[in-house]
Nanobody, 127 residues
Framework: QVQLVESGGGLVQAGGSLRLSCAAS????????MGWFRQAPGKEREFVAA????????RYADSVKGRFTISRDNANDTMWLQMNSLKPEDTAVYYC????????????????????WGQGTQVTVSS
């Protein structure tokens, strides 16, 4: 059974940094696209960043470009999201997600394209 477990969330002041981790288990993830999404109270879940199977292709939402960096370690089925220069509007529950089609050449940026989801980790940025 596929499991995605996020960690690393917390409370941070504006301008600060956090590093989120996603530990995957239950199948081989090294050939799969992995991504991060977030959902703020009262808002729809939105795309943050995604990375292809090799780590050579990444995609970011415009709102986080230049501040967030996605990376992965296939040997350990782990993905990270380094978040710098955090803003209060980054406050949300952050979710790890995986697309189940192997060796995709396109990194999708929509909720519907992802098949497996973690439970989320709360990130709160105070002003």
């Amino acid at each position: 059974q596929v499991q995605l477990v996020e960690s690393g969330g917390g409370l941070v002041q504006a301008g600060g940094s956090l590093r989120l981790s996603c530990a995957a288990s239950g199948r081989t993830f090294s050939s799969l696209v992995m991504g991060w999404f977030r959902q703020a109270p009262g808002k729809e879940r939105e795309f943050v960043a995604a990375i292809n199977w090799s780590g050579g292709v990444t995609r970011y939402a415009d709102s986080v470009k230049g501040r967030f960096t996605i990376s992965r370690d296939n040997a350990n089925d782990t993905m990270w999201l380094q978040m710098n220069s955090l803003k209060p509007e980054d406050t949300a529950v952050y979710y790890c997600a995986v697309n189940r089609d192997p060796y995709r050449t396109i990194v999708p940026g929509t909720v519907s394209a992802y098949d497996y989801w973690g439970q989320g980790t709360q990130v709160t940025v105070s002003s």
